[in-house]
């Protein structure tokens, strides 16, 4: 079994930073890419950042500039840093990473979200 556990959520003033972190233990041989998703209430998942394991990364247009991405393959850690929040960037963030499994087999995983919620 793999697990993703993510934190670092919470409440920030507009202009803010918080930093997610996402953290991948278990039964793993190799992490491919990493990636960050939000969604707001109402609306559908979208994706927010990733990185593959070549640390090559993408980001939403919403977003460049002002999450950068990261990842430590020591620890199998993905970073989010969040700067300059506005109040559009609250939402259930979750991480996702695509692990091949000490038996061989790929899947896709997911965290379980954290909360982030920007308002003065």
């Known amino acids: 079994q793999v697990q993703l556990v993510e934190s670092g959520g919470g409440l920030v003033q507009p202009g803010g930073s918080l930093r997610l972190s996402c953290a991948a233990s278990g039964s793993i041989r190799s992490i491919n890419a990493m990636g960050w998703y939000r969604q707001a209430l109402g609306k559908q998942r979208e994706s927010v950042a990733g990185?593959?394991?070549?640390?090559?990364?993408n980001y939403a247009d919403s977003v460049k500039g002002r999450f950068p991405i990261s990842r430590d393959n020591a620890k199998n850690t993905v970073y989010l840093q969040m700067n300059s929040l506005k109040p559009e960037d609250t939402a259930v963030y979750y991480c996702?990473?695509?692990?091949?499994?000490?038996?061989?087999?790929?899947?896709?995983?997911w965290g379980q979200g954290t909360q982030v919620t920007v308002s003065s």
């Open positions: 990185i593959t394991s070549g640390e090559s990364t």
């Open positions: 996702a990473a695509g692990v091949t499994t000490n038996w061989g087999t790929s899947y896709n995983y």
